[in-house]
């Protein structure tokens, strides 16, 4: 038996790893792990989050894409935020700063969570372990308690840019929340056990009755009256009537590699349109990471931000032209662009994103794959009394203002980096990969796939190479990349942003799994900008 679970958390990966050995296959060991995330590093995700996934089973096929994004609830409006709006700020998918961070924060940042639908929906068609055994390990974490991950806590204590709420005030957003995370008013240090009683009660619960209870029973109450009283938009009608996605992943190709990707509102759109632009180009020739390499890859990235810019949105609120911006002859057009040396613009530049959001890959001895990316946006700081767990604050992440694509309206999805991705070569899985990081999420997959594809990286290699970001007119990029290729980058006209550190997490970060069928076993690649584990069962 043969397996591997690569997450950023390695209690979650440990866990995981120990489904695999007792004979789960791998939807149960990533549900399994994915519940664990939620406990152990509770601002990325859990629960009261939303995410998309991909399952292959080997003996059904394609891929199934499982997409579980939160929904608005019926209480907003397309102009709820508008009249506080102070000014945008450099974030992904048009954020602004609205008065007192009310759609970053608090009741009015939270849309209906999606999370528990969709692990159900995974784990009753796709899984192996009875419903409730997958929730076990995470129990035992909310009531004996975990050492808390220095990761987790030194993202909590940093110190946010302009605009962005940090971590404390997160913690701090609802006397539940601070009851559970802080002491005095102040952090855990790292390594302190961290119980959460609540949150161990609500996971028995929802293992015991099914997902009816958190959208139509017991919890769906609690939450309701909870949000009613403190000015939310969710009520009972909207979790009851919550509804995720299943279909086929978006598909595309890349040379002889068959590429699987999730649709709108992730980015899988995203990634499949670089990947085809990049085709076309003799990328081996140029020399991994050189100047006109990363001159080639942002030109193409600046098309492609320029693109989402423009059209991306929730597909079934708003016309986001998937088959053409996936097409090889709009990539062909893309390609011309990137190689004539014209001006490209990006509306409303938008580099960077808050990284609270979590991934895990899984794959067992038969084949079976799964790449799962949950989150919590940024974390809203809610907890409703009694219930344990965080919120997402989705809100965030709409335009505030009408009419645009990714404008609130009621039941609508937000537009996300999220993509979780599979590389088939043959009628396999080759790589499944994916990660945290906002939209730099759809860039480190193409990274991570095109570091081991065309310059034949290790799994380890690939998620850990210098990365660079361009979604305007400049070019960002890891300090250790800088130094090595600034001069030339500059003579070409570019404007280049290095980042302070050598390895930055504010990056993305990868994680990956490769079976190169060569019968040398599964490869694991987590990155290290901010922790992780890889765990192979050879």
Request: proline share 7%; hydrophobic share 40%; charged share 20%.
């Amino acid at each position: 038996m043969r397996g591997a679970v690569v997450a950023p958390q390695p209690i979650a990966a440990s866990e995981g790893i120990n489904v695999l050995k007792r004979g789960g296959n791998a939807v149960d060991a990533a549900i399994t792990a994915a519940l664990v995330q939620g406990v152990v590093d509770p601002h990325m995700a859990g629960i009261g989050g939303f995410g998309d996934m991909l399952i292959y089973i080997q003996d059904q096929g394609e891929p199934i894409e499982i997409s579980f994004h939160g929904r608005v609830g019926s209480r907003a409006t397309p102009e709820v935020f508008a009249p506080y709006v102070i000014e945008q700020i450099r974030g992904h998918a048009e954020r602004y700063l609205v008065k007192d961070y009310i759609n970053q924060i608090g009741y009015k940042s939270v849309a209906v969570p999606g999370t528990i639908m969709g692990f159900y929906e995974a784990q009753s068609q796709f899984g192996t372990y009875d419903w409730a055994d997958v929730f076990q390990p995470a129990i035992r974490y909310c009531k004996e308690g975990f050492p808390l991950p220095g990761e987790v806590y030194d993202r909590w204590r940093q110190v946010e840019k302009h605009g962005h709420v940090p971590g404390l005030k997160r913690l701090a957003a609802t006397p539940a929340s601070a009851a559970i995370y802080l002491k005095n008013g102040d952090l855990y240090p790292p390594g302190a056990i961290i119980v959460n009683p609540d949150y161990g009660r609500t996971l028995e619960k929802i293992a015991k009755e099914g997902p009816e209870v958190f959208y139509k029973g017991d919890i769906a109450e609690t939450i309701a009256d909870d949000f009613q009283k403190n000015g939310g938009f969710i009520t009972r009608e909207d979790l009851a009537d919550y509804k995720l996605m299943i279909d086929r992943p978006l598909r595309g190709t890349y040379r002889d590699f068959h590429v699987f990707s999730a649709h709108p509102p992730s980015s899988g759109v995203q990634l499949i349109q670089l990947l085809n632009i990049l085709e076309g180009l003799d990328l081996r020739s140029m020399g991994h990471l050189s100047p006109r390499y990363i001159h080639h890859v942002a030109r193409a990235m600046q098309i492609s931000f320029a693109d989402r810019a423009t059209f991306m949105g929730d597909p079934e609120f708003v016309d986001v032209p998937v088959m053409r911006w996936i097409s090889k002859e709009y990539a062909d057009e893309c390609r011309q662009r990137v190689q004539s040396g014209e001006t490209i613009v990006v509306p409303k530049i938008k580099p960077r994103e808050s990284g609270s959001t979590t991934h895990l890959c899984t794959m067992d001895g038969k084949g079976n794959a799964v790449t799962l990316t949950h989150t919590l946006g940024s974390a809203s700081g809610v907890v409703t009394p009694g219930l344990g767990f965080t919120y997402n604050n989705c809100m965030y992440q709409f335009h505030p203002m009408p009419g645009h694509p990714n404008s609130i309206q009621p039941g609508k999805r937000r537009i996300t980096g999220t993509t979780p991705t599979m590389f088939f070569r043959g009628n396999k899985p080759w790589m499944v990969a994916g990660g945290p990081g906002g939209t730099r999420i759809l860039t480190v997959v193409m990274h991570t796939f095109i570091n081991v594809a065309e310059f034949g990286l290790s799994a380890f290699e690939a998620v850990s190479a210098p990365r660079f970001q361009c979604e305007g007119e400049d070019i960002e990029m890891e300090s250790r990349l800088y130094f090595l290729v600034r001069e030339e980058l500059e003579a070409m006209g570019w404007k280049l942003y290095p980042s302070a550190y050598a390895l930055d997490n504010g990056f993305a970060r990868a994680y990956t799994i490769i079976d190169r069928g060569d019968g040398k076993g599964l490869e694991g690649g987590a990155d290290p900008r901010a922790g992780g584990c890889t765990a192979i069962l050879r």
